[in-house]
């Protein structure tokens, strides 16, 4: 049985747990760039990126990381989106808020998760998760952005 939770900071996740799901020198998916983003001012819910970052656990051990955030809008993604965006508000429909799986600012192909399960498992019970999240908040959608299998 897993369990499915959100961080609304990476400091809440342990570096060294993070950084060896990822395990990858991938600088970007690095616990300390996110950190330096958070840290900086860069991320947090007033410039948009809000961070959530999802963590599967089993057991008590952390065995699933991803980049989560909650965007009010798409500045910062570098994927066009406000044809999308109008297209729902002529719709009578709320685009925003919306969940974005990504490293913000960065428009760099490369992995956007760390697991010690296999791949498939993993993206199911993430998946799983951001509906859960996405039900809640009643965000309109997720996106994956430069996404990179490992």
Request: with cysteine; aromatic share 14%; hydrophobic share 40%.
């Amino acid at each position: 049985m897993y369990q499915i939770s959100f961080s609304d900071s990476i400091d809440k996740i342990p570096a060294s747990t993070w950084n060896k799901l990822c395990n990858t020198d991938y600088p970007f998916i690095q616990h300390a760039f996110l950190k330096a983003m958070e840290d900086s001012g860069s991320v947090t819910a007033k410039t948009g990126w809000q961070p959530m970052h999802m963590s599967l656990v089993r057991q008590g051990e952390t065995v699933g990381v991803m980049p989560l955030y909650i965007k009010n809008h798409s500045y910062g993604e570098y994927v066009f989106d406000w044809s999308w965006a109008n297209a729902w508000a002529r719709q009578g429909l709320d685009y925003y808020p919306k969940l974005v799986t990504a490293i913000p600012y960065t428009p760099a192909q490369g992995p956007r998760m760390g697991t010690s399960l296999p791949e498939v498992e993993a993206l199911s019970l993430f998946y799983a998760g951001i509906r859960q999240l996405a039900e809640q908040m009643g965000a309109s959608s997720w996106h994956g952005l430069f996404l990179m299998m490992l």
